[in-house]
C-alpha cells in the first residue's frame, strides 16, 4: 500500500465528477433547446438555461441570499436544514437499527420466531410506508403519552426507522448464524450460557454482516426521512425545501439544485458515520485465514 | 412435499390472520375512528368498490417503474460489463455509484420534472431507472470479478481473447449476480416510481391517488390504494425472486 | 480435578454398548457407531483410526457431549459426559484451529477462562505459562491471520490446555497441516501431553502419526461404525517420544501392526458401499 495508490480512487472519483459536469455542459451545448419528443414521450431534456441551469450558476447561487438582500446566503439555509434532517435520519436509523437487531436475535434464538417472522419482515418491505405518510402523521396527532407529545418529525423518525430496520434484521441474522459449527461447538464445550456465546461469539462474528447492513440502513433512513418529510409536509428539513423550491424553479431555476445537493450531502455523511464505526470495529473484520 | 411446503407457510399465515383478526377487533371494540385506522373489512369493501381505479393506477405506476427497470438494467449491465473490461472506467464511476446508492434517488424528482416536461412520465422512469441502476450496477461488477483464477488460467493457456473470456466464462458466472441486482432494483422501482409521483408530475399512478384521498380524508379509500401498492409490490417482488431463482445455478435454488 | 474416588473415576473414559443411529429422510438410517466398548486410563493416550465414515469422529463427539447416544453410556471421569463438560473437565481440538480471528492469540488461549470466569491476574499468568508451552512466547498480541497454519494450531492445543484438563480430545488436528509441519506438531504434542499428563483420544487418518502417538491405537470399520483392534502400541513414555523415534525398528514395527489391521477393514470397505 503505497501513497500513491491510495490516492488513486480519490482522483478517479474527481474525474468522475468531471466528466459528469462535462456531459452536463456538453448536453446544454448541443443539446436541442426543447428537448427531443418521440411521439409524446420527451427522451431527451430540454437544455434551455430554466431546465439545465449551468453547473457554474449553480455554485454561486449557494452564495447569494436565500429569498431577499436580507435573508442568509442560500448555503446557510440549505445547511439548517440538512442537520435538521441527518438529526432526523438518525434517530429514525438508531431506532431501526435497535429493532432490526432484537428481531435477529429472537430469530436466530427461537425457530419457530424465525419461521413465523421472517416472511413478514422481507414482505414488510414491499409495502411502501412510505405511502402511508400522511396516515402516519394523523396517529401521532392521536396519540397522548401522558406529557409526551408527538412531534410531526417523530413521524418522519418511524418512518426512517421502518426503512432502516429491514437490511439490519437480514444482514444480523445472517451474521449471528455465521459462526462455523466448530466455534459453536467450541463454545458448548465451554459450558457457555446464551447471553456468552452470543457477545463473546456471535455478535463479533456477525460484524462483517452488520457493516454493510448498517449502511443500507442509514442509506434507507436518510431516504425515508427526505420523503417523508415531502409527503407528511413537514417544514424546515431537506425533503420539503426540494419541494418549496422546485416549484419556484422558474423564476429561480439554479435554486433547486442547492437543496438536492444538499440531500447527496446527508447520504455521504450517514455512510461515512458507518464507515466510522466500521474503523472502530476493524479487528472484527479479519479473516479466519486457516492454512 | 406438500407437508413441507405446509409446515412453511403454516407459522408466518397463522401469525398474519392472527394479526389481522386482532387488528379487526381493536378496530370496533375501541371505536377506533376511521381516520385513525379503519378496519380491514372496511378497507377491503373500498378495494372492492374502487377496484377497476385501483388496477389503474397500479397498471400507471408498474408500466414507470417496468420502463425503468428495462433501461436501468440494460444501461447497468452494459456499464458494467465496460467498467470490468476497462478498470479505469470502473475506478472513475466507482464513487459516483458509492454515492448514489446512499442517496435519496427521488429526491432528483422535482429538477427531473422540470427538464422532461411536468406533464411528462420520463422524469418518473429517470427515478427508477436511476434506482435499478445501482444494485444491478454493482452486482454485475462483482459477478464479473468473481471468475475463479483456475478458470482464468484454464483461458489464457487456451489464448482466449479479452472478449471471449468475457463471453464464455465471466458473463455466465456473473448471471446470478445480475439476477440478484435486479431481484433488489425491481422492489426498489416501484416504490421509486410510487413515491416519485409525491414530488410532482401528471395524476393517474397510485402515489398520486393515496395523497389525494388523504388530502380529502377519505382515510379508508387511501388505505385501499395503500392495499393496491403492497399488491403491486409483492408483485414485483415474486418477479423479482422468480428471475433470481431461473438464473441461479443448479441446486443454489 | 475431579474429587470422588469410585471406581468408575479410575478410567478417564468408559464407554459401554455405544451405538448412534442417524435417521436419513427417505432411506434406511445410517448406523454410525455399534456396539462400542472402550475404556481410557487417565494419562492413556489412545488414537482412534480408520477410513471415512467409521463413526471415530461421531465417537468422539458423543464423549464430548457434542451430540447424543441413540444407546449405550458414556462415562467421563465417573460422570456423565454433560456432568464432565459443565465441570471443564476435558478440552478439546478440531481440524480448523477454530480461532475467533478477532480476538489476539492470548485473548483466544484466554477464552475458555473468561467463559468460566477465571480472575484476571490468574488468566494473565496461565496464558503466559501456556505460551511457553507451544512455543508462541513472542505471538501473544499477533492475530490468528498473521499466524502460519502449524502456529494457529499450536494456538488452539494452548487454548484446550487453558483449564488444566485430565483430558483431551482432538478431531484431526494436524489434519490440515504439511507433512513437515505436522511431524513437528507431533512431536510437540507428544511432549505437552507428557507435560499436562492428561488422557488424550485422538482421532486421525495417519498411520504414522497414530503409531507415533498412541499408547494405544483404536482400528475402526464403517457401516455400521464398529472397533475391530486395539493395537498395542507401547513405545514407551510420552516424553521419550522424540525425532529418534521415527528411527526406531519399533516405530515401524507399530505403523505395520496398524496397517495391517486397518487393511483387513479396507478389504471389507467396498463391498459396503457397494450395498448402499
Known amino acids: 500500500m503505497t501513497r500513491g495508490r491510495r490516492l488513486h480512487p480519490a482522483l478517479s472519483g474527481v474525474l468522475g465528477i468531471l466528466v459528469l459536469v462535462l456531459l452536463w455542459e456538453g448536453y446544454k451545448l448541443i443539446g436541442p433547446e426543447k428537448g427531443w419528443l418521440v411521439g409524446k414521450t420527451r427522451v431527451l431534456p430540454r437544455a434551455s438555461d430554466l431546465a439545465m441551469p449551468h453547473v457554474s450558476t449553480m455554485i454561486s447561487r449557494l452564495f447569494e441570499p436565500t429569498v431577499g438582500a436580507s435573508t442568509p446566503p442560500l448555503w446557510q439555509t440549505v445547511l439548517k436544514a440538512a442537520i435538521k434532517s441527518l438529526g432526523i435520519a438518525g434517530v429514525g436509523w438508531a431506532v431501526g437499527t435497535i429493532i432490526g437487531l432484537t428481531l435477529a436475535m429472537l430469530m436466530q434464538r427461537f425457530v419457530t420466531a424465525r419461521s413465523a417472522i421472517l416472511p413478514w419482515v422481507v414482505l414488510s418491505q414491499t409495502v411502501p410506508l ?50 462455523a459449527a466448530a466455534h459453536t461447538d467450541l463454545m458448548r464445550v465451554y459450558g457457555a450460557s446464551n447471553w456468552q456465546v452470543l457477545r463473546s461469539l456471535r455478535f463479533p462474528a456477525a460484524v462483517p454482516y452488520l457493516l454493510p447492513a448498517l449502511r443500507l440502513g442509514a442509506a434507507s433512513a436518510v431516504i425515508g426521512t427526505v420523503v417523508a418529510e415531502v409527503s407528511i409536509g413537514l417544514r424546515g428539513g431537506i425533503g420539503r425545501m426540494i419541494i418549496e423550491y422546485a416549484q419556484a424553479a422558474s423564476a429561480d431555476p439554479a435554486k433547486p439544485w442547492a437543496p438536492i445537493g444538499a440531500a447527496v450531502l446527508i447520504g455521504l455523511v450517514a455512510a461515512s458515520v458507518v464507515g466510522l464505526l466500521g474503523w472502530c470495529l476493524r479487528d472484527y473484520q479479519r479473516g479466519e485465514n486457516n492454512a | 412435499m406438500i407437508a413441507r411446503a405446509l409446515r412453511l407457510a403454516l407459522p408466518p399465515l397463522l401469525l398474519g390472520i392472527l394479526s389481522l383478526g386482532l387488528w379487526e377487533i381493536a378496530v370496533k371494540a375501541l371505536h377506533i375512528k376511521p381516520f385513525v385506522l379503519p378496519a380491514p373489512s372496511t378497507i377491503w369493501a373500498q378495494f372492492v368498490k374502487h377496484f377497476d381505479n385501483i388496477v389503474k393506477g397500479a397498471v400507471g405506476t408498474g408500466r414507470n417503474a417496468l420502463i425503468g427497470v428495462l433501461v436501468g438494467a440494460a444501461l447497468a449491465i452494459l456499464l458494467a460489463i465496460f467498467a470490468s473490461l476497462v478498470r479505469v472506467v470502473a475506478d472513475m464511476s466507482a464513487p459516483i455509484v458509492a454515492a448514489a446508492s446512499v442517496v435519496p434517488i427521488v429526491a432528483l424528482a422535482p429538477v427531473l420534472y422540470t427538464m422532461f416536461g411536468a406533464d411528462k412520465q420520463t422524469g418518473r422512469w429517470l427515478v427508477a431507472a436511476v434506482s435499478v441502476y445501482v444494485p444491478v450496477y454493482l452486482n454485475t461488477l462483482k459477478g464479473l470479478r468473481r471468475a475463479q483464477p483456475i478458470h482464468r488460467d484454464l483461458f489464457r493457456a487456451n489464448a482466449a481473447s479479452g472478449w471471449q473470456v468475457t463471453r464464455h466464462l465471466t458473463l455466465p458466472g456473473a448471471l446470478p449476480y445480475v439476477a440478484t441486482g435486479i431481484k433488489i432494483g425491481t422492489a426498489l422501482a416501484v416504490i421509486n416510481a410510487l413515491i416519485a409521483e409525491y414530488f410532482g408530475g401528471p395524476v393517474g399512478g397510485l402515489g398520486k391517488s393515496i395523497t389525494s384521498s388523504a388530502a380529502s380524508s377519505n382515510y379508508p379509500l387511501a388505505w385501499a390504494y395503500v392495499l393496491g401498492a403492497v399488491l403491486l409490490g409483492m408483485f414485483a417482488y415474486l418477479i423479482g425472486a422468480a428471475i433470481e431463482r431461473l438464473a441461479s445455478p443448479r441446486g443454489a435454488g | 480435578m475431579t474429587t470422588t474416588s469410585s471406581d468408575s473415576a479410575a478410567t478417564a ?13 427417505g432411506r434406511p438410517d445410517v448406523v454410525a457407531l455399534d456396539g462400542i466398548d472402550l475404556d481410557v486410563a487417565p494419562g492413556e493416550f489412545v488414537s482412534l483410526i480408520g477410513p471415512s465414515g467409521c463413526g471415530k ?68 499468568r496461565r496464558i503466559g505459562e501456556l505460551l511457553d508451552m507451544v512455543g508462541l512466547s513472542q505471538f501473544g498480541d499477533h492475530y490468528p491471520d498473521q499466524l502460519s497454519g502449524g502456529m494457529q494450531q499450536r494456538v488452539a492445543i494452548a487454548r484446550s490446555l487453558a483449564e488444566r484438563p485430565k483430558l483431551l480430545l482432538m478431531d484431526e488436528p494436524f489434519g490440515a497441516l504439511d507433512e513437515m509441519t505436522r511431524e513437528r506438531m507431533q512431536t510437540e504434542l507428544a511432549r505437552i501431553a507428557g507435560e499436562s499428563g492428561a488422557a488424550v483420544i485422538l482421532v486421525t487418518h495417519s498411520i504414522p502419526e497414530a503409531a507415533f502417538l498412541s499408547d494405544r491405537v483404536v482400528v475402526m470399520s464403517p457401516r455400521p461404525g464398529r472397533i475391530v483392534d486395539v493395537v498395542d502400541v507401547g513405545l514407551g513414555d510420552q516424553k521419550e517420544r522424540t525425532e529418534d523415534l521415527r528411527e526406531a525398528s519399533g516405530f515401524f514395527e507399530a505403523v505395520k501392526r496398524i496397517r495391517e489391521a486397518l487393511h483387513g477393514v479396507e478389504g471389507a470397505a467396498p463391498k459396503a458401499a457397494e450395498q448402499r
Open chain 1, 130 to 179: 412510505i405511502a402511508i405518510a400522511p396516515l402516519v402523521r394523523r396517529w401521532g396527532a392521536q396519540l397522548h403519552l401522558g406529557s409526551l407529545q408527538w412531534h410531526d418529525w417523530m413521524s418522519v423518525s418511524f418512518i426512517a426507522s421502518y426503512l432502516a430496520f429491514f437490511p439490519v434484521a437480514i444482514g444480523a441474522l445472517r451474521g449471528l448464524a455465521s459462526p
Open chain 3, 13 to 25: 473414559v468408559s464407554v459401554r454398548g455405544l451405538r448412534r443411529v442417524f435417521p436419513v429422510r
Open chain 3, 57 to 124: 469422529s461421531t465417537l468422539m463427539r458423543l464423549v464430548a457431549d457434542l451430540d447424543d447416544p441413540t444407546t449405550g453410556t458414556i462415562a467421563v471421569f465417573g460422570k456423565t459426559p454433560r456432568r464432565a463438560r459443565l465441570d471443564h473437565d476435558f478440552g478439546v481440538a478440531f481440524q480448523q484451529s477454530a480461532l475467533l480471528p478477532w480476538r489476539t492469540v492470548s485473548r483466544n488461549i484466554a477464552l475458555p477462562l473468561e467463559l468460566a470466569k477465571v480472575d484476571s491476574g490468574e488468566v494473565k
